[in-house]
């Protein structure tokens, strides 16, 4: 009998002027409520951005750099194709090396390349051996002037998981990265550009989703021993656990 317990395997992409350890503190929350059912596994950008470069002073006075990003700085612009392709087959070469991976995260910038490498295939780029089989994207980032997104843009065969704010300060966040025709879940919130500590109704519809990609691949139930309400939010920041909630404008 197998003692291990089985998990969904998630890639996660983080944004703009961020690193893994920006990421991991950013889903620290989630990594302990699904502990027993997730393995999440983190990725750094190919593209190292200067240290001379304060894109955001919040994160530099809280995490220690290199930071990174996946698609335009300095000159490159949003526009950059270069970037765009280097970090593509980056992230296609690591997904091949360490994968499978069941589901894929992206948080803002992170969330294009979520995108780009469900569509490899139709977008003529090398293609995943194993597609992951769901998404989750926070605050997904997509101006029209993002390389591609004219394919990037249409509608998925995976199921997808979107969190955002309706007054996103990025006005451009949401309006260009949702595809309606899709399989898809919502939920919005009111914590701005950032991937928030849910919890009741909202955290219920988070779970929902994780428990039905659960069972689509072991044909078992996720079953907490807890309700993830205020009163476990209370619990999780008195242990002294609770890591920066970052706001990254990209």
Known sequence: MDSEPKKLRILCIHGYYNNAKVLEAQLDYYQTIFKDYIEFVFVEAPHKIPDQEVYDPRVKAKFEGPFYYWIGSGKGGLGDNETFLESYNFLYEFMEQNGPFDGIYGFSQGGLFVRALVKG????FPHITHTPSFMILA???????????EVIGQDYPIPALYLFDDNDTLEETFINAYCDKSEHTIIRHNKGHSLPKLINEQMNTFIDFISTQYYNKFHQEVQLNFTVDEQFLESYRAQ???KTSIRSKL
């Not at 295939?121 to 003529?124: I, W, Y």
Request: glycine content about 12%; overall charge positive; hydrophobic content about 20%.
């Open 121 to 124: 295939k139709e977008l003529g």
């Open 139 to 149: 605050s997904p980032r997509m101006p029209k002037k993002y390389p591609f997104v």
């Open 240 to 242: 002294g656990t609770e």
